[in-house]
T-cell receptor, first 112, second 115 residues
Framework: DAKTTQPPSMDCAEGRAANLPCNHS???????VYWYRQIHSQGPQYIIH???NNETNEMASLIITEDRKSSTLILPHATLRDTAVYYC?????????????FGQGTELSVKP | GAGVSQSPSNKVTEKGKDVELRCDPI?????LYWYRQSLGQGLEFLIY????????KSGLPSDRFSAERTGGSVSTLTIQRTQQEDSAVYLC?????????????FGSGTRLTVV
């Protein structure tokens, strides 16, 4: 599976949009981009995933560049409860075998 | 069940003792994963079960670690002769294999402390 690069930490003001970048320049054509987050002392939580089109759900939006070498997770109106470590992962369709490999992620701090 | 259940939530054991950690996946989920997370670190993959296939054990750090999954449902992670470096949160996740667009659901983990 392709590797990802994320900034180690970011700050965001409460109520503002949080834009978390991820570079995945070696992504293959059949690899999806997944985002998870881990709030302190909890297990990771699935947020969103996409292949090449932009995606939106009740939690976030995912913007994938046309060349698929990078993506941005957008939390449109960050709250204090969004403070967490956010993981960007790329991998093949999971039914082709195996596990998510987590990197170090971005520690997002939402401040009042 | 409604989610992935792990037990115990906390375990303190003496160095050298064996421990068993249990994971109850979401009913019907055929894929089950174990990870561990040491203090301040990211998630480290340990082992993956998919249906009746041979498990992917590539992440197990030593032969003191083993896991089994009985009847395609409950899984037990066993650590023999525990060491202090085994202290970590052990996380279990399950997913519904066979569908491309499905994420993992994680349990809340077992915090293991070896003293």
């Amino acid at each position: 599976d392709a590797k990802t690069t994320q900034p180690p930490s970011m700050d965001c003001a409460e109520g503002r949009a949080a834009n978390l970048p991820c570079n995945h320049s070696t992504i293959s054509g059949n690899e999806y981009v997944y985002w998870y987050r881990q709030i302190h002392s909890q297990g990771p939580q699935y947020i969103i995933h996409g292949l090449k089109n932009n995606e939106t759900n009740e939690m976030a939006s995912l913007i994938i560049t046309e060349d698929r070498k990078s993506s941005t997770l957008i939390l449109p109106h960050a709250t204090l409860r969004d403070t967490a470590v956010y993981y960007c992962i790329v991998r093949v369709l999971y039914n082709q075998g195996g596990k998510l490999i987590f990197g170090q992620g971005t520690e997002l701090s939402v401040k009042p | 069940g409604a989610g992935v259940s792990q037990s115990p939530s906390n375990k303190v054991t003496e160095k050298g003792k064996d421990v068993e950690l249990r994971c109850d996946p979401i009913s019907g989920h055929t894929a089950l994963y174990w990870y561990r997370q040491s203090l301040g670190q990211g998630l480290e993959f340990l082992i993956y079960f998919q249906g009746n296939s041979a498990p992917d054990k590539s992440g197990l750090p030593s032969d003191r670690f083993s896991a089994e999954r009985t009847g395609g449902s409950v899984s037990t992670l066993t650590i023999q002769r525990t060491q202090q470096e085994d202290s970590a949160v052990y996380l279990c996740a399950s997913s519904l294999a066979g569908q491309a667009n499905y994420g993992y659901t994680f349990g809340s983990g077992t915090r293991l402390t070896v003293v």
